[in-house]
């Protein structure tokens, strides 16, 4: 089994940045994929990007170019770099991880409890 807890999230300025971080523990061994989502409120929850152990990396078009996921497959944490933050940013953003699946799917096996983003002046 694989445990996955997101942090990072928190109150920021229009504008402002945040920097999310996913730490996964248990079976990480083999966690192929490791990915970025993101709920609003009383929407559903959206793809936002993905990176594999090798680096290469897909993203959606919910961030345009304000995010970044980056991955430390060492430590077996995945980063989601948010930049520009706009009030439509605000939701609840949750790690994801497969140890098979990656790009061509987003049904991905272990998810994390989320971490809170709200972006407001």
């Known amino acids: 089994q694989v445990r996955l807890v997101e942090s990072g999230g928190g109150q920021v300025q229009p504008g402002g940045s945040l920097r999310l971080s996913c730490a996964a523990s248990g079976h990480t061994d083999s966690l192929y994929c490791m990915a970025w989502f993101r709920q609003a409120p009383g929407q559903e929850r959206e793809a936002v990007a993905r990176i594999n152990d090798e680096g290469s990396s897909s993203y959606t078009q919910t961030l345009g170019d304000r995010g970044t996921i980056s991955r430390d497959s060492g430590k077996n944490v995945v980063y989601l770099q948010l930049n520009n933050l706009k009030p439509e940013d605000t939701g609840i953003y949750y790690c994801?991880?497969?140890?098979?699946?990656?790009?061509?799917?987003?049904?991905?096996?272990?998810w994390g409890q989320g971490t809170q983003v709200t972006v407001s002046s």
């Open positions: 994801a991880a497969d140890p098979v699946l990656c790009f061509g799917t987003w049904e991905y096996e272990y």
